[in-house]
């Protein structure tokens, strides 16, 4: 069985992700993403840019930057309501957020989005609800925390500017809107689409990389008529699952959609796509339908206009928002989640991560059958095949255990250079799911590969 404890260990031990600041004690939901992380990673992130923007022409790209003038983050809402439900063990002195102790408790079954404290206290003492770490009910009453990061700007002291750690990547998308749909020449509807860092001052992350302060947004804003909103709605729920299964490759029975009981302030509607992992049903990517709400806050705080004027009909309005939003960091763990398996071969357990070919980390390994005959050979080769897809060198040990070491790092094919590939220019190439086997012509490895990894 899959377990956030075995992805863990392979992650640390495989060079996918590592604990940050690890040699000075750490950092407590802190995370480097190793050599193969970041290939795994960049790989997601190309796929969903070529989805989302690349494969839409009507939708373009944005880089935004993390640091934004402050009156933006009040005109979000962001600075009075940005906030995380807290309670405190008096026993124990822990911390908890209140909403995920009633959906631990009642096992998914009561979603506590956006209750107010009085309900959200109320439930905790009607159901008993016990403190995860020593079991006690003596709580606290519920504080709100705001979860944005604070920082100051300025060089003199007592006349530093406040700003503050996007908490999002949404709203450099919006307050863009002007400036991108001139200057590319775009028509309603069209989309921006955005991959950046976020930050969130959360005080109880954690199940690995699923939830932590720093983390990586892939969003993509759908800029239309409120009268075709729904439908766009619709379309986005669709992509977003098709994005999932057959880009990713995720396994569509770990999957589920799940629509929001209680919409934020300003939704009208949304919807999850959630994973099964290990330790419970835990949000991948939504759905929102985001109304005229953020633009108009924006126009209503900076007294600029973000209307927008239909060439055809001069009808001039505000316009509504579809958002498409995954998170970076989960679909990598989620990539792990489902990819990983255990496996009996004889008297061995293999363990194999059956990761779709075109995220693996590598696409391919080179392996000389002996060091000393084909190393030179294999490594020459490995170089060429490297100037078009991500390839990996290994001597080291023998041929079985290098085959173990890819399949576990989920390198789709591994390629034999042996005494015929020095003869008669054809090697070896051996398949990560099936461990199968079959002789190619070294000249037509390349379109072999790429043919096999789309």
Request: aromatic letters at 10%; proline letters at 3%; one cysteine or more.
């Given at each position: 069985m899959t377990t956030i404890e075995k992805i863990t260990a392979l992650c640390k031990s495989r060079g996918f992700v590592f604990?940050?600041?690890?040699i000075y004690g750490g950092l407590a939901n802190t995370w480097d993403f190793g050599p193969l992380g970041a290939e795994l990673k960049e790989n997601?992130?190309?796929?969903?840019?070529?989805?989302?923007?690349?494969?839409?022409?009507?939708?373009?790209?944005?880089?935004?930057?993390?640091?934004?003038?402050?009156?933006?983050?009040?005109?979000?809402?962001?600075?009075?309501?940005?906030?995380?439900?807290?309670?405190?063990?008096?026993?124990?002195?822990?911390?908890?957020?209140?909403?995920?102790?009633?959906?631990?408790?009642?096992?998914g079954k009561v979603s506590a989005d956006f209750k107010p404290n009085e309900w959200l206290e109320k439930w905790i003492d009607d159901n008993k609800v016990k403190c995860p770490t020593c079991g006690k009910t003596d709580w606290t009453k519920i504080r709100q925390f705001n979860l944005m990061f604070k920082t100051n700007r300025g060089v003199v002291e007592g006349q530093e500017d406040?700003?503050?750690?996007?908490?999002?990547?949404?709203?450099?998308?919006?307050?863009?809107?002007?400036?991108?749909?001139?200057?590319?020449?775009?028509?309603?509807?069209?989309?921006?689409?955005?991959?950046?860092?976020?930050?969130?001052?959360?005080?109880?992350?954690?199940n690995f990389i699923f939830r932590t302060i720093e983390f990586e947004q892939m969003e993509h804003q759908q800029f239309c008529h409120a009268k075709d909103a729904k439908k766009f709605?619709?379309?986005?729920?669709?992509?977003?699952?098709?994005?999932?299964?057959?880009?990713?490759?995720?396994?569509?029975?770990?999957?589920?959609?799940?629509?929001?009981?209680?919409?934020?302030?300003?939704?009208?509607?949304?919807?999850?796509?959630?994973?099964n992992f290990s330790f419970g049903w835990g949000e991948l990517a939504g759905t929102?339908?985001?109304?005229?709400?953020?633009?108009?806050?924006?126009?209503?705080?900076?007294?600029?206009?973000?209307?927008y004027t239909d060439p055809v009909t001069n009808e001039k309005f505000v316009p509504t928002v579809i958002e498409s939003s995954q998170g970076l960091n989960r679909s990598v763990l989620v990539c792990l989640h489902d990819a990983y398996h255990e496996e009996k071969v004889d008297d061995d357990t293999r363990v194999v991560l059956k990761l779709h070919p075109r995220i693996a980390p590598y696409k391919v390994a080179v392996l000389p059958l002996q060091k000393k005959e084909q190393g030179e050979q294999a490594y020459e080769l490995c170089r060429e095949l490297s100037k078009h897809f991500a390839c990996t060198y290994d001597d080291t040990a023998s041929i079985g255990k290098r085959y173990r070491r890819q399949d576990e790092i989920g390198t789709p094919f591994c390629i034999t250079v042996d005494f015929d590939s020095v003869k008669g220019k054809s090697v070896t190439i051996r398949h990560r799911d099936t461990m199968k086997q079959e002789r190619i012509k070294t000249k037509e490895i390349e379109s072999y590969v790429k043919l096999h990894i789309l």
């Open positions: 604990p940050g600041s690890e997601i992130k190309r796929e969903w840019w070529k989805f989302f923007v690349q494969q839409n022409p009507t939708s373009v790209g944005l880089d935004g930057g993390i640091l934004m003038n402050s009156a933006v983050w009040k005109a979000s809402g962001h600075v009075d309501g940005f906030n995380d439900p807290l309670i405190d063990c008096k026993s124990c002195k822990t911390r908890h957020r209140a909403d995920h102790l009633i959906e631990k408790h009642s096992k406040t700003v503050y750690l996007r908490p999002e990547t949404a709203q450099n998308q919006f307050v863009n809107f002007t400036n991108v749909q001139r200057s590319m020449r775009m028509k309603i509807p069209f989309g921006i689409g955005q991959v950046g860092k976020a930050f969130r001052n959360e005080i109880t992350p954690g709605y619709e379309d986005y729920k669709k992509l977003a699952w098709e994005f999932n299964t057959k880009v990713l490759g995720i396994n569509e029975k770990n999957l589920r959609f799940k629509d929001h009981e209680t919409l934020c302030h300003y939704a009208k509607m949304a919807c999850d796509i959630d994973y929102h339908h985001r109304s005229e709400f953020d633009l108009t806050q924006h126009i209503n705080h900076s007294k600029k206009s973000l209307e």
